[in-house]
């Protein structure tokens, strides 16, 4: 194995014609289920959509995102309670986890799952994308996909042969000394931020980010234009909202 396999990685938006073997796809899951689950529950599901249909239905939910409807294969990974208190109550035991604590143990478990299927998937020559825009619109991905009540929508990937891997571009990331500290947290001063964040302001896409916005920072693009307060906010309450009503009740 390539031991800079990770450090080379792409995200991949798109993709070949060619099709994705059910075996090979079913074998890539299986492999993926064998991650970490809180206590062996394994509370997540998987919604496979290859139908064209289907993706384009998908599509709105993603904003359009050309991956959805590009990619051969979208993968909706889901937050699922509903299997498992329908095995207690088969049991005669009575399930107790409509709260918050076990929908973060549930959107855990659906996290690591997702990203060793990711991992596995690009070991094996495929490409994959995160697409951003699950819990923004989860009640419309439920309603496409037809989710009962205590499954919620929380990732989803698309998934392909990659048409041009090399043309891909690599995304920036920060230096570890950005994340890492050791024994306790080190908190940031101004000239170390700007020291840490310096490389990513100085990149050409993003200058061109700042220009194209008219911003006079890149943090004001992430803060004014890709992720600002009204929409944060707006989503923020659509989202609780709707895991609410799926039978999560949390305490705010």
Known sequence: MDTDFFLKRKTIRRYSDAEI???????LLEKAMQAPTLGGMQLYSVVVTRDSEMKQRLSP????QPMVTNAPVVLTFCADFNRFDKWCEASGAEPCYGNFQSFLGAVLDVTIFAQQFCTVA???GLGCCYL???T???????RVLELPDMVVPIITLSVGYPANADAEPKAERLPLAAILHNERYSDYNSARIKSLYAEKESLEVNKQYVKENAKPSLAHVFTDIRYNRANNEH??????????????KCPF
């Open 21 to 27: 073997d059910e075996k090979l796809l079913n074998s």
């Open 61 to 64: 939910c993603h904003f359009n």
């Open 122 to 124: 690009e070991m094996d």
């Open 132 to 134: 951003g825009t699950t």
């Open 136 to 142: 923004y619109n989860a009640p419309d991905i439920a």
């Open 235 to 248: 989503f923020s309450q659509v989202f609780l909202d709707y895991i609410q009503e799926k039978g999560f």
